[in-house]
């Protein structure tokens, strides 16, 4: 089992994340949905309005709402509920994949799911307010049922714009069955797998689980199908352990390529909301590092989660308590201005009072 170091994977990983080369044409959609597919599903920004597209963080050069809004607009982009139940997208042409390996079958069904489904299916498609009107339950009942309605890939929400009051359809008359065999599932699972390895470029099992919300069981019985099947290989990363590479990766065959040096991993801070891809893939570790803070975004220093920014959200103004970096006390010193920096790329100083830096008043 070969060794590998660090910074020939982070260097790799931030190119394949578009961290360190951001897309520069916002005409470019081809470009944008190649991105996209890499790094879907894609869940709206932390923190912001139910009905905002999905957006790739500091994946490009230029404001990429309009462009997000656009592919889904058009109907490119579908929203559904992945990884656990969370609320993200997917491409179109993508959906059955994802749908087959995310979609989470129920439990029970209640007079109000059959109800629900029975009036949808009836009048070709509802919104939330008149099922209210048309239903003799709950707003909140209503809607706990749609949502288990929607993990189970049974009724589709349609969102093409960002209007709150979205319609509902039957999603099979919408799209497709979703295939209900367990090797079509265990094929599905596999390929998202596969998918996220070649993302991650290295991906360990705990990343795997925490950017799934699959069962560490689950996990475990995919990595060792694809290892047997040749499809992924075991190695090693100092400091990080055991983990796995797609086999036939670029970086396997030429690990020595332009960009692929550990000197080429950017000296940067980037800060990162908990729906991004990368705060996904450590979020079971962060919760841990960071327990009993009320955590806004983490900060990802040349490649590795160093850092968090704390306070207390709210619908208006609030404060940034504290930015925290988990660096050697000199480092910390030396990277204020930057870190600060990367804080107000979105939290302006109109509305946003930064209080400490590392504990310490500013």
């Not at 009942?141 to 929400?157: M, P, R, V």
């Not at 660096?327 to 990367?342: C, F, H, K, N, Q």
Request: hydrophobic content about 40%.
């Amino acid at each position: 089992m070969e060794n590998w170091k660090q910074g020939i994977i982070l260097a790799e990983r931030l190119k394949r994340q578009g961290l360190a080369h951001p897309l520069v044409s916002p005409g470019d959609e081809d470009a944008y949905k190649t991105l996209f597919r890499r790094l879907q599903p894609v869940a709206p920004v932390h923190f912001t309005r139910p009905g905002d597209p999905p957006r790739l963080v500091h994946r490009t050069v230029y404001p990429d709402f309009g462009v997000s809004s656009a592919i889904r607009e058009r109907g490119e982009l579908v929203k559904a509920r992945f990884q656990g139940g969370r609320i993200a997208y997917v491409l179109e042409e993508d959906l059955k994949l994802y749908a087959t390996a995310f979609k989470k079958e129920m439990t029970r069904s209640g007079n109000i799911h059959q109800e629900i489904l029975a009036l949808i299916q009836e009048s070709g498609g509802l919104s939330k307010d008149q099922l209210k009107e048309e239903l003799p339950y709950r707003a909140g009942d209503i809607g706990k049922a749609l949502e288990e309605l929607q993990k189970a890939f049974i009724l589709y929400e349609q969102q093409t714009d960002t209007d709150w009051d979205t319609g509902w359809l039957d999603f099979a008359g919408e799209w497709f069955e979703i295939p209900g065999d367990p090797e079509s599932r265990l094929q599905a699972m596999e390929e998202v797998v596969l998918r996220f390895t070649e993302a991650m470029v290295f991906a360990t099992e705990a990343q795997m689980k925490s950017w799934s919300g699959w069962t560490g069981k689950q996990i475990r019985a995919l990595v060792e199908g694809l290892v047997e099947q040749g499809r992924l290989i075991r190695t090693e990363v100092e400091g990080w352990g055991t983990g796995v590479i797609c086999e036939g990766d670029p970086i396997l065959t030429d690990r020595l390529a332009a960009g692929s040096d550990p000197s080429s991993v950017p000296k940067r801070i980037w800060m990162l909301d908990k729906s991004d891809f990368l705060v996904r893939t450590e979020l079971d570790e962060l919760k841990k590092r960071y327990e009993g803070r009320e955590v806004l975004q983490y900060l990802l220093v040349d490649g590795v989660f160093q850092g968090a920014v704390t306070g207390h959200w709210g619908f208006k103004d609030y404060d940034i308590e504290d930015i925290i970096l988990d660096l050697p006390e000199e480092e910390v010193a030396a990277r204020r201005d930057e870190a600060i920096s990367a804080v107000r790329e979105v939290y302006d100083s109109k509305h946003h009072a930064i209080l400490r830096y590392n504990g310490i008043p500013l």
